[in-house]
C-alpha cells in the first residue's frame, strides 16, 4: 500500500479515497468499514483498508450508512384507507410520540384505498426501525415475517406471535354498550350491518353482538365502507320478507349515515321508527340530523401508545399488550323500540 495522501484543498476524504489508497474496490472498503468482510475480504486485504482509512482520517457518511442499515429513526404506519379521518388521528397521535424522540412516521395506506396493504417491506425494509399497522389484514405482512424489523400491530388479534406488541381497542365492550343501550330501550328485533372488509376488529364486534343479543332477532348483512354501499345493503335487508328490525348497529359511522339516508327515503322517522348506531364517532356523526349514537374511540391516544410500544421494543423493554377503553354517546338517532 502506498502511502496515502489527503484529498486536494483539505476536503473530507471518501471511501473512494480509502480505496485509491488501499488499492481495492470501494465494494471492499464497505465490506471491511461495515464489518462484513469476514469470508469474503482476506485479513491482509481487511487490514490495508482500515489502515488508509486510519491515516487519511476517513469518517464514514454516518447518514449514508444509516440509510443502507434501516437505521433512520423512522417507522412506518400502515393504514388501510386515508379517506377515513379515524387514521388521520391515529397517525396525529403516533407522529406527536415520534417527534419527541427524534423520530419520524412515514404514512402507509393501501393503494385500493381501504381494505389489506398490498406489502411495502420490499423496497421499504432497509430505510425503517419499526412498523405500526393498524387494521389490516395479516397476509399482508407475509414478506415482512421472520425478519427482524419489529412490528406493532394496532386493532388485530392478540393471539398473532408474529408481532413484537399489540395495542387494541375494546371493541368488543363497544358493541356490548350499545346493545344495552338498544335492549334497555325495549329494542328486540336487529339488523347488523356489517364491514365486508376482512379484520379482525370487525370480528370482534360481530362476536360480541351475537353473544350480547342471543335470544332477540339478529340478522347481519355485510356492506363495502362508503354510504353507498351502505344503502344497497340495507335497502336488500328491508326488502327480505319477516318482520323489519326497529334498530339497525353499524361497525362504522359512515354505514350508520348511508341506513339514515335509506330511512328518510323511505319515509322512516329516526329513531321514532327506527334507530341507528355507528362506531368511530368521526366527525359525520355530528354532521347529520338526527346525530348519531355511536362508540367513541380515542384515535389519537391509539397512535400514541403504538408508537410508544415501537419505541420500547427498540429499546429492549418490554410492552405487554395493551387494550384501550372505547365510549359509548347516545344521542339523538337511538330512542324507544316503535310499538308493535
Known sequence: MQTPEPPAGGARPTSRDVARAAGVSQATVSLVLGDKWRGRVSERTAGAVRDAARELGYRPNLAARNLRLGRTRTAMLVVPALTNE?????????????????????????????????????????????????????????????????LVMLDSDPSDSGASAHVNLDVADGMRRVTDHLLALGHRRFLHLASAVPSWTFDARAAALADALRGTELRTVRAPLSVAGAWEAVTLAFEAPGPRPTAVICDDDILAVGVAKFARRLGLRVPEDLSITGFDDLALATAVEPELTTVRLPAEEFGRRGMEALLAVLAGEPAPPATLPVTLVPRGSSGPAPAA
Open 86 to 150: 379515524f387514521f388521520a388521528h391515529v397517525y396525529t397521535g403516533a407522529a406527536a410520540v415520534a417527534a419527541r424522540h427524534g423520530f419520524g412516521v412515514v404514512l402507509y395506506p393501501s393503494p385500493d384505498g381501504v381494505g389489506p396493504a398490498r406489502d411495502p417491506f420490499a423496497s421499504a425494509q432497509a430505510a425503517l426501525d419499526g412498523v405500526i399497522a393498524s387494521s389490516m389484514a395479516a397476509d399482508a405482512l407475509d414478506a415482512f415475517r421472520g425478519t427482524d424489523l419489529p
